[in-house]
């Protein structure tokens, strides 16, 4: 009996312990695309705006100090080149940032973080023939904000910048015709996410 009762007093302890630890995201994002790519002599590709389901998990070391791992479903961006769509790639976003919180005596937390990201090819199609993995930079900028009948959710919104020049590697016909088989496409896209959290 006193196993027993010892045994329940620990695992009650360990919950406890565990208590706050542990916050899913759930949000939708828009990737904005801040750069473009001259290919060749008068002709410039870019990646268009997009819009993403994106939740992710993340795990608090105390209150101050936190990492977040983004997940994503795969994101589809079309190509243009000189104004006209010529390819889609899409590919996984996983970023993961080390973040700190500034908690202060208000129910808005503002935090920042840095980290890495990824640029992991999923499917392409069009004058694309291939597109290669990239990793890159992540830096964030955001705040949690915490209704007052609320215990353990919130509502947040963040802006996230992510470094990402994936290698694309284009069809025969289109790399005879440009003169050009490879080139990076600079994508460097913010990512501004709204959605809930919930703390556990």
Known sequence: M???????????????????????????SVLAPTQDTTVAFGVVAEADHEY???P????????????????????????????DKAAKIKHLPPTLTAKYHFKNSTRFTPYIGVGGTAFVAWDEK?????VKEDFGFAGQIGFNFQPADAKNWGVFFDARYAQLSPEVTLADDTAEKLRVQKFDLDIDPMVYTIGYSYKF
């Open 2 to 28: 006193l196993k027993q009762v010892a045994l329940i007093a620990l695992m009650g302890m360990s919950a406890s312990a565990m208590a706050g630890q542990w916050q899913v995201k759930v949000g939708g």
């Open 52 to 54: 993403a389901f994106t």
């Open 56 to 83: 992710s998990v993340e795990y608090f070391f105390n209150d101050n100090i936190s990492a977040e791992l983004l997940l994503a479903t795969p994101i589809s961006h079309d190509v243009l080149v000189n104004g």
């Open 126 to 130: 069009g004058v694309a023939k291939d």
